[in-house]
């Protein structure tokens, strides 16, 4: 019987930053990509254990879950300890969508006080505490790669990329965290 091959992680081992921000592989993760229609909300809020979000740019988190509300009838819901979110999911017996994207994805942990201005080298929204508050959320751009950003607290942020733009990502992470470095002043 042959042995079950491990996945490995895209950024295993890697480590950056500057002396303003760190730059680290989150831990890994179950994902699903949900899609739902509000009648099934409170369904799929009881058995996630928190309620979805329903505002843009908003989420919700229980201990290692996190909801990221992504638009009015998707979410991309993130469990650190692996639980199996597609099961889970399907156990709330109401109409809903839930397709796993765990080994599509993976997340690098910005932090640090000069986490803002290390993202803004590749992404152009603004993400200061005032419009980009703690728990806020939003799919958006990071250089030429499609990204999930999430403001863990007042200077961290987990940068959800699939994994074939993980590198690239953490490059240019690598170079804005360099540049944080040479133009941030507490």
Not at 17 to 28: C, D, F, I, N, Q
Not at 110 to 116: K, L, N, T
Not at 158 to 186: C, H, I, K
């Amino acid at each position: 019987m042959a042995d079950v091959a491990t996945r490995k992680l895209p950024l295993a081992g890697r480590h950056g930053g500057s002396s303003t921000v760190r730059l680290t592989p989150a831990v890994p993760a179950s994902r699903i990509s949900l899609r739902a229609p509000a009648e099934s909300l409170d369904g799929l809020s009881s058995v996630l254990g928190f309620s979805l979000p329903r505002r843009p740019k908003t989420s919700a988190r229980s201990d290692s879950r996190y909801a990221l509300w992504l638009g009015p009838d998707e979410w991309l819901v993130i469990d650190e300890n692996g639980t199996d979110l597609v099961r889970l999911a399907a156990s709330a017996g109401v109409l809903h969508s839930a397709a796993d994207v765990s080994h599509r994805n993976t997340a690098i942990i910005v932090s640090g006080p000069g986490a803002e201005a290390t993202l803004a080298a590749g992404c152009p929204q603004d993400l200061s505490l005032q419009v980009f508050p703690v728990g806020g959320c939003s799919r958006t751009l990071f250089g030429k790669a499609e990204v999930v950003l999430l403001r863990l607290d007042d200077e961290t942020f987990r940068l959800e990329v699939w994994r074939s733009f993980s590198d690239y990502a953490f490059g240019l992470l690598a170079e804005g965290a360099e540049d944080a470095q040479n133009t941030f002043s507490p």
